[in-house]
């Protein structure tokens, strides 16, 4: 069961691949995850990573698909895996296709999670974290935590301005890529402005069918 899961920021991409998780004991993948171990282990490509990174630069195609491959090798990923946060371009897409041949492995399905561009502006913008304990809530909450009574407060980056421009960023970079594996007949779109086990159950089905 080898997973590439799409879903723009807010999406509720998060959790559904930790539904996943524990429904099918398989790892998820994060690029991010993947340069911070790398570079906290000081291997060669996590040093590569880290030049960049140190500049303020994009890592490169062929370093960040490495680390995935390396990681993708790793034997807790025998019973399938869930990619988030890569492919990110179809060229990345092109070259993870050939790199899982190398190691006997195919994608399954990508599963898109959509949600109306304008529902996830407004959740975005509600959201709200506890600084003591890192619950997440919404502005229905007012300012104290439900969970600990901690204060809640407002990331600078859930501002409206800046969600938009992170989904026109999304948009323009994952919209090749999600008519990339529609050709593949991978693509699967599953709505995910429902509550989370009606969406979840749709994953299952699409998984399982």
Do not use: H
Not at 32 to 59: P, S
């Amino acid at each position: 069961m080898n997973i590439v899961l799409l879903g723009a920021p807010g999406a509720g991409k998060g959790t559904q691949a930790q539904k996943m998780i524990d429904a099918y004991e398989i790892p998820q993948i994060s690029t991010g995850d993947i340069l911070r171990a790398a570079v906290a282990a000081g291997t060669q490509l996590g040093l590569e990573a880290k030049r960049y990174m140190d500049a303020g630069e994009l890592v490169p195609d062929d370093v960040v698909i490495g680390l995935v491959k390396a990681r993708l090798a790793e034997p807790d990923t025998d019973k399938g895996f869930i990619l988030d946060g890569f492919p990110r371009t179809t060229a990345q897409a092109e070259a993870l296709d050939a790199e899982l041949i190398v190691l006997g492995k195919a994608i399954d399905s990508a599963i898109a999670i959509t949600v109306d561009p304008e529902v996830i502006v407004t959740r975005l913008t509600s959201r709200r974290v506890c600084r003591a304990c890192g619950a997440i809530t919404n502005a229905s909450a007012g300012d104290t935590c439900p969970k600990c009574g901690g204060d809640l407060y407002q990331r600078d980056d859930d501002n409206e301005t800046t969600v938009r421009n992170r989904l026109d960023v999304y948009e323009r970079s994952t919209a090749p890529l999600i008519d990339y594996y529609r050709t593949q007949g991978l693509l699967n779109e599953i709505d995910g402005d429902r509550p989370v086990d009606e969406v979840f159950a749709e994953v299952q089905a699409v998984l399982e069918g």
